[in-house]
């Protein structure tokens, strides 16, 4: 089989996929958002022709779904690296120099907040608030917590993600 039939066979299995995912939440109120989380689960983000089929499902506006996707910040439309970096810009955090360690972040990975490396290995996020004040200025790489940080430490964290097996511990 080659690779253009794999594709389309994957692509058909999880359409399949979402249709049983609509299916066994589509009697429950407020069922858009669980199905949202399940398939999000399933892809990794949110593709568009998911939204369709959990719209065509649903019997809803495509604009509906999109209107979820867009309004809470735990979707995404587009793909996440293997490293999901997020800085806190948070008060304490900025207060304390997490502006310089964003932009040291985005000049290394040479990307912006809400993009993803072209090699799928780094996404970068900001947010408001990690709850570490007292370690700021801090950022989480997959959840991991790095504190009392300074610009001149990001190159050393992002190596570490690249040579380490991929693992930042």
Do not use: W
């Amino acid at each position: 089989m080659n690779a253009n039939a794999r594709g389309c066979m994957e692509k058909d299995e999880r359409t399949h996929l979402v249709t049983d995912i609509v299916a066994k939440h589509k009697n429950s109120k407020g069922a858009l958002i669980p199905i949202l989380h399940e398939v999000q689960e399933l892809y990794g983000y949110l593709p568009v022709e998911a939204q369709e089929t959990i719209a065509k499902e649903m019997n809803v506006p495509i604009s509906e779904v999109f209107g979820v996707i867009s309004f809470y910040s735990f979707f995404s439309l587009n793909p996440k690296g293997k490293h999901k970096i997020s800085i806190c810009m948070g008060t304490a955090c900025y207060v304390k120099g997490s502006g310089p360690i964003l932009d040291k972040l985005k000049e290394t990975l040479a990307i912006g907040v809400g993009e993803t490396t072209e090699d799928g290995e780094f996404t970068l996020e900001d947010c408001r608030c990690l709850g570490a004040c007292g370690l700021a200025p801090v950022l989480t790489i997959n959840g991991k917590v790095f504190g009392r940080l300074t610009k001149d430490d990001i190159p050393e964290i992002i190596e570490g993600c690249k040579t380490e097996g991929g693992s930042v511990l």
